[in-house]
C-alpha cells in the first residue's frame, strides 16, 4: 500500500517535529557541556586528572537533567485537560499532539536510562583515573587515600541507579500485560526518586560552587614588600591543595624594581617563587582569560593601590569586550 506524504505529515508530522527538536536540544546540551569541560581553563587539573571521564559524565548529566524535567509534564493529565479545554490550542493537530504524550514520556525516560548508564560508566572511569593517577607529591589532592585504592560513589547515586532499574524493568510490556500492578508501584517510585534526585544535584552543585576561581595579583616595588603577607598567602595555597581546590587561587606576584633583584630563595616560600614575575600585570590579557571563562557571568573586581591602576581597571572594567562578561568594579585606593 502506498504512503501518502500529505497524510503521513497531518497524522505523524507534529509528533516527528517534536522529538527531532527534542533530539536537538540533548545534542546540543551535551556538546555544550562536553567542550566546557574539555577546554575550560577552571577545570584545567581535574581535567588532567580524569580526561574524557570528567567531560562525559559531566555532559551526561546535563542531559539528565534536562529529561528528568520533562518526563513528568506529558502525564500530567491534569495539565493536558487544561490545554484541551483552553483557546491557546485551537488547532485539532494541536490536539492530536496532545493526546500522543505517552510518546514524549517514553522518549525522555528511554533518554534516563541510556545517559544514566553513560553517566555510571564516565564516573567508574573517573573512580579509576583518581586510583591510578594518585599524586604522590600532594596526596590530599586525591579522593582515593593512596594508590590503588578504588572509592565507591556517593548513597545518592547508588539508590538513583537503583529505583531507575526498577522502573525501566517493570515498564516492559510483558510485566505490564501479565501484572499491572508491578509496574504501577514500582513508577510511583518517581516521588522517592525525585527526591534523592533534588539531594543529588544539590551536592554535586555545591562541589562546583567551589571551584569557582580567585586571581589575586599583588604589584610591589621591591621583592621585601611581599613577606609580610607571604605567611598567608602560603598557608592559603597549602590549604586549597589539601581540600583538593588547586584551581580556586590564581596567584601573581609582579615587581616592579629591578635593580638588585633577588628572588624568594626560602624554601617555605616556594609556591611564591614560582609566580613571582618581573614587570607590571598585562591587564587587558588578564581581563580577556577571566572573561572567556566566565561568560555572561558576573566577576567582582576589587581594587586596593594607586589611583592609577585604580583606573585602568575601572576602565577595563566598562568595557564591553569580554564575552558578555559583566566586571563589577569596587575600590579602596590609598593615594
Known amino acids: 500500500m502506498a504512503l501518502s506524504v500529505r497524510s503521513w505529515v497531518a497524522n505523524e508530522g507534529g509528533k516527528h517535529l517534536v522529538l527531532v527538536l527534542w533530539l536537538g536540544a540533548n545534542t546540543l546540551l551535551f556538546m555544550r557541556t562536553f567542550l566546557m569541560y574539555y577546554c575550560g581553563q577552571q577545570y584545567h587539573y581535574l581535567h588532567q586528572m580524569l580526561g574524557l571521564g570528567l567531560c562525559i559524565s559531566r555532559a551526561s548529566a546535563s542531559v539528565l537533567n534536562l529529561n528528568c524535567s520533562l518526563v513528568l509534564l506529558p502525564m500530567c493529565r491534569s495539565l493536558l485537560t487544561y490545554l484541551r479545554g483552553t483557546h491557546t490550542v485551537r488547532s485539532r493537530k494541536a490536539r492530536r499532539l496532545l493526546d500522543k504524550s505517552k510518546t514524549f514520556h517514553v522518549a525522555c525516560g528511554v533518554a534516563i536510562c541510556v545517559f544514566s548508564v553513560v553517566h555510571v560508566s564516565a564516573h567508574l572511569v573517573n573512580v579509576v583515573n583518581f586510583s591510578v593517577r594518585y599524586s604522590e607529591e600532594f596526596p590530599s589532592l586525591n579522593v582515593a587515600r593512596y594508590r590503588g585504592e578504588v572509592r565507591f560513589p556517593g548513597i545518592t547515586g547508588i539508590l538513583l541507579v537503583l529505583i531507575l532499574f526498577l522502573m525501566f524493568t517493570a515498564s ?140 585602568t581597571l575601572h576602565g577595563l572594567c566598562n568595557s564591553d569586550r569580554y564575552s558578555g562578561t559583566t566586571f563589577e568594579f569596587n575600590k579602596e585606593s590609598f593615594s
Not at 551536592?203 to 571551584?211: E, I, K, T, V, Y
Not at 596567584?251 to 635593580?259: E, H, P, Y
Open 172 to 311: 516492559s510490556y510483558c510485566i505490564r500485560v501479565s501484572n499491572y500492578e508491578i509496574f504501577w508501584y514500582t513508577h510511583n517510585l518517581f516521588i522517592v526518586f525525585y527526591i534523592i534526585l533534588i539531594v543529588h544535584v544539590v551536592g554535586d552543585g555545591w562541589r562546583h560552587f567551589r571551584l569557582r576561581r580567585l586571581y589575586f595579583v599583588w604589584v610591589c616595588r621591591e621583592l621585601q614588600s611581599f613577606y609580610w603577607f607571604a605567611e598567608l598567602l602560603c598557608a592559603l595555597h597549602h590549604k586549597l591543595w589539601k581540600e583538593n581546590r588547586p584551581d580556586y587561587l590564581n596567584l601573581q606576584l609582579f615587581v616592579s624594581q629591578t635593580d638588585g633583584l633577588q628572588n624568594i630563595s626560602e624554601e617555605r616560600y616556594r609556591p611564591l617563587s614560582s609566580r613571582l614575575m618581573i614587570g607590571r600585570p598585562r591587564w587587558k590579557l588578564l581581563f580577556e582569560e577571566i572573561g572567556r571563562t566566565n561568560k555572561h557571568k558576573r566577576v567582582g573586581v576589587f581594587c586596593c593601590g594607586p589611583k592609577g591602576i585604580s583606573r
